[in-house]
């Protein structure tokens, strides 16, 4: 960049310096004559500075030591003779510094110095070159180092002409050439001095400046290779904390168990934070578990007052009976399939008036009577009515005919009216036997004539139980007796039962295999309430003497029947079991919460003494919410079981809220 030109020392005018490659590429080049211009400087050059003449010499150019090519055209050219004028300026120069002269008056070479003299450095980044002082009388090499900037001109003892030498034409002809790295080779050793000269003093740098060359780079082997020379093989990658310790020359933690713990403590805590984020967030917003109401314990059964009831059960035999809406009231016998004898039209008429049901007056479509009704109406071991071809009678009427004089041949005409045949008529009677859960009861036949047709007291009272809610059956079955327009007078088998209080029917059966059976009905009003007092009594045979057709055997069965009724009857009771504002059970979230409900009114419910009624607390018409306030109606305190069971309603006894957070949180479930 610049080039400094030092001044003529006694008179002599200064002689370029060589470049390290110029030399080389330049020997043998003269300078130009005394009197001829000088060349301009490179092209790069920009100014040239002309320091003053010492005692009226003209300082003589220098070439520049960063000139590669230039030095090299021009290694042997020759400064101009004192007193002509000087070369004009290079055109990109701003200082040039010239090299001193040796004992003989002639510029010591750039790239070569004299044995026993310091060798400058070669080096990329030289810009200026500093001059060293004599040792021993010789004019030490110049340090060309990285670092120098400026080399200080030394002051000539006497110039002469005053005039500046002019510039070669290697100076005005130079370009610019890199400068060569000190990687490549080695730089060659300076030229001796020529002899006979003796040396010119040179002065000290007016800033001497001393750097240390770097050592070169050590040979390290390839990757993964083997060591060369003996170099130990490289290590391999620090660890991330033991390179951060290199950098800031703090060594690394040592481990220890508690700073491990820290560690992964650091590590997973974020992500359980996060997780338990999420987990409540999931508890939180997920849908609530229905409510629903459990009674307390203490309101779950009542037990009556007084002396325990006790049944009046038929000797032999089975027996069951129940208090529709209140309870059962127990079974006797052992509990076996038997013959049902004409009982068993109980079921044909539930499947005709299921299939083909009526209201309360309402009489139904028209029967016509076919050609084997009216031969069985002539038949003499069985009960019949008389029937005959081509008559038309109402399904209400040949209803009657079925229940009141338990016609066996009405039985079959109405099968083959609703089903075609009789045995399919008979498959319709077994799938509603299993409907209503009749397990031990199977049907041969519409009319109970087979002996094949059989069941039991409790089968016969879940039917009872059943058929009894038709107002229809319930009308035909409590009458002793009717007459049927068209048609005969009809008598019923249990009119001497049904003339009794309180007495309803239901139908009565006998056969010698069957014996005497009756499946019967009874009412009792208690507490402003009418209640149904249902029962079934079987195989009930009489072993005091003949018994033609199971009549005596029929006598039986209704007596003992009738003090099973007389006895329920005048037992039955009933009492206030809960009263209005009583706690009788909660509201339950799901979560864990609990909200006490309270009966709306009082709850009676019938019984006998001794008997312990049941109570549930259920649903009402609309479900139990989440929230409501208090007085909020949300259920129904029920005792007892069926259609005659005692309802109340109940409601909050305070405000009813959804679950807490925490409840929420802590759901499992």
């Known amino acids: 960049m610049f080039r400094a030109v030092r001044p003529e020392a ?15 590429d330049a020997k043998g080049a003269k300078a130009p004559a005394k009197g001829e211009d000088v060349p301009a400087d490179r092209a790069t050059s920009v100014f040239r500075t ?22 090299d055209d021009a290694k042997a050219a020759k400064a101009p003779a004192k007193g002509e004028d000087a070369p004009a300026d290079q055109a990109t120069a701003v200082f040039r510094a010239v090299r001193p002269k040796g004992d003989d008056g002639s510029e010591a070479k750039g790239a070569e110095a004299a044995k026993g003299e310091d060798t400058p450095a070669d080096r990329a980044t030289a810009v200026f070159g500093a001059v060293s002082p004599k040792k021993n009388g010789k004019a030490a090499a110049s340090v060309d180092q990285p670092t120098e900037l400026l080399k200080a001109p030394e002051a000539e003892p ?4 005053g005039k500046t030498p002019a510039e070669s034409d290697s100076e005005r002809t130079s370009q610019f050439v890199p400068l060569k790295s000190l990687d490549g080779a080695p730089a060659k050793p300076e030229k001796q001095e020529k002899p006979g000269k003796p040396e010119k003093a040179a002065k000290a740098p007016a800033i001497p400046v001393s750097v240390t060359p770097p050592a070169p780079p050590k040979a390290q082997p390839p990757k993964g290779g083997p060591a060369v020379d003996g170099a130990a093989a490289p290590a391999q990658p620090a660890a991330p904390l033991d390179l951060l310790a290199q950098l800031t020359n703090t060594p ?6 508690a700073r491990n713990a820290m560690r992964r403590v650091k590590i997973y805590a974020p992500l359980v934070v996060l997780l338990l984020i999420v987990f409540c967030a999931v508890q939180a917003f997920r849908p609530l578990p229905d409510t629903k109401l459990s009674i307390a314990s203490a309101k779950a059964t009542f037990t009556f007052e007084g002396q325990k009831f006790d049944m009046p059960w038929p000797g032999e035999g089975q027996a069951a009976a129940m208090v529709q809406g209140v309870g059962s009231l127990g079974t006797y016998g052992e509990e076996k399939p038997v013959p049902t004898a004409s009982v068993a039209k109980v079921m044909t008429a539930y499947v005709i008036l299921k299939n083909h049901p009526l209201q309360k007056g309402d009489k139904g479509p028209d029967i016509e009577v076919d050609a084997e009704a009216e031969q069985e109406a002539k038949s003499q071991d069985e009960s019949r009515v008389p029937l005959t071809k081509g008559e038309k009678f109402s399904e209400y009427d040949m209803l009657q ?39 031990k009861t199977t049907y041969t036949d519409p009319s109970g004539f087979d002996k094949t047709t059989v069941s039991t007291a409790v089968d016969q009272l879940k039917l009872a139980e059943a058929v009894m809610k038709n107002e229809v059956f319930r009308e035909i079955v409590a009458k002793p007796n009717a007459d049927v327009p068209g048609g005969p007078h009809l008598n019923n088998n249990n009119d001497t039962l049904l003339l009794k209080v309180g007495v309803l029917g239901i139908k009565t059966g006998s056969s010698t295999p069957a014996g005497g059976t ?25 072993k005091g003497g003949p018994d033609p057709n199971a009549e005596n055997s029929l006598l039986m069965v209704k007596n003992v029947s009738y003090k099973m009724i007389k006895a329920v009857q005048d037992s039955l009771t009933s009492v206030t079991i809960v009263k209005k504002g009583d706690v009788v059970g909660y509201v339950e979230d799901g979560l864990g919460g609990k909200t006490p409900v309270v009966a709306t009114k009082d709850l009676t419910g019938a019984g006998w003494p001794g008997m312990a009624a049941k109570l549930t607390l259920g649903k009402g018409a609309k479900p139990v ?15 007892g079981s069926g259609t005659g069971a005692m309802k109340v309603p109940v409601a909050l006894q305070k405000n009813l809220v959804e679950p807490s957070f925490g409840a929420k949180l802590t759901r499992l479930g």
């Open 252 to 257: 690394p933690p040592p481990e220890t168990p």
């Open 518 to 542: 009756l499946m019967w009905a009874a009412k009792r009003t208690v507490g402003g309430k009418e209640h149904m007092i249902l029962g079934a009594t079987m195989d009930q045979h009489f």
């Open 10 to 24: 006694d008179g002599g005018a200064e002689t370029p310096a060589k470049d390290a490659k110029g030399a080389d």
């Open 625 to 639: 919410p989440h929230e409501a306030k208090a007085g909020t109606e949300v259920g129904e305190l029920t005792v």
């Open 158 to 161: 006497g110039g002469k002409g």
């Open 401 to 439: 005919m079925l229940l009141i004089p338990s016609g066996n041949n009405a039985a079959r005409l109405l099968a083959r009216w609703d089903a075609k045949t009789r045995d399919a008529f008979v498959a319709k009677m077994n799938d509603a036997a299993k409907e209503l859960g009749m397990s």
């Open 50 to 71: 002309v320091r003053p003449e010492a005692d009226g010499a003209a300082e003589a150019p220098a070439k520049g030591a960063d000139d590669a090519k230039g030095a």
